[in-house]
T-cell receptor
Framework: EPEVTQTPSHQVTQMGQEVILRCVPISNHLYFYWYRQILGQKVEFLVSFYNNEISEKSEIFDDQFSVERPDGSNFTLKIRSTKLEDSAMYFC????????????FGDGTRLSIL | SQQGEEDPQALSIQEGENATMNCSYKTSINNLQWYRQNSGRGLVHLILIRSNEREKHSGRLRVTLDTSKKSSSLLITASRAADTASYFCAFPVSSGSARQLTFGSGTQLTVLP
């Protein structure tokens, strides 16, 4: 069964540094998402991407965040200047065109900011 | 708030028993989804129930949806130790085409062998 894959599985970065989290969504999917989960808390929506542009973003997704789909397969989340509070699990998800479809999640990237 | 709330927050049962988790929400929804998360891992989709459905089965899983009460339940029958995980309800908050999911707070299920 097709999967959403994320790399790296764990990223450790100094505060203030830039990080890029990578995702390969399921190939025929059209909607792409990033979510985050701070340890012990619920999963929170960050941003959705459709037709090569951001369709929705949450309050968390401020100017230090950006997303890109540089080619036909990768979907990336960049955090420009990381803060301690950015430490979390970051999940990528994708879904197809039809409504009432589940989202398929990757295994996540654990981001640790030192 | 459009967030979902789940209860109980934690549930501990013996293998072979049934586990029931509940989810409440505040907004109108097109569907409600249940996901499972093993510790430190990603979210695995379990089942999706549409707003015009009242009950759905998948193997040992049974999901109900009551749109008048804005609530859903997930029943796992004949539980196994391998069912130990966190379970989340989620529903799309549709704004245009986005369909991003809002997640509940989750139930941590522990099945004791």
């Amino acid at each position: 069964e097709p999967e959403v894959t994320q790399t790296p599985s764990h990223q450790v970065t100094q505060m203030g540094q830039e990080v890029i989290l990578r995702c390969v969504p399921i190939s025929n999917h059209l909607y792409f998402y990033w979510y985050r989960q701070i340890l012990g808390q619920k999963v929170e929506f960050l941003v959705s991407f459709y037709n090569n542009e951001i369709s929705e973003k949450s309050e968390i997704f401020d100017d230090q965040f950006s997303v890109e789909r540089p080619d036909g397969s990768n979907f990336t989340l960049k955090i420009r200047s990381t803060k301690l509070e950015d430490s979390a699990m970051y999940f990528c998800a994708s879904t197809g065109q039809a409504s009432n479809q589940p989202q398929h999640f990757g295994d996540g990237t654990r981001l640790s900011i030192l | 708030s459009q967030q979902g709330e789940e209860d109980p927050q934690a549930l501990s049962i013996q293998e072979g028993e049934n586990a029931t988790m509940n989810c409440s929400y505040k907004t109108s929804i097109n569907n409600l989804q249940w996901y499972r998360q093993n510790s430190g891992r990603g979210l695995v989709h379990l089942i999706l129930i549409r707003s015009n459905e009242r009950e759905k089965h998948s193997g040992r899983l049974r999901v109900t949806l009551d749109t008048s009460k804005k609530s859903s339940s997930l029943l796992i029958t004949a539980s196994r130790a391998a069912d130990t995980a966190s379970y989340f309800c989620a529903f799309p908050v549709s704004s245009g085409s986005a369909r991003q999911l809002t997640f509940g707070s989750g139930t941590q299920l522990t099945v004791l062998p």
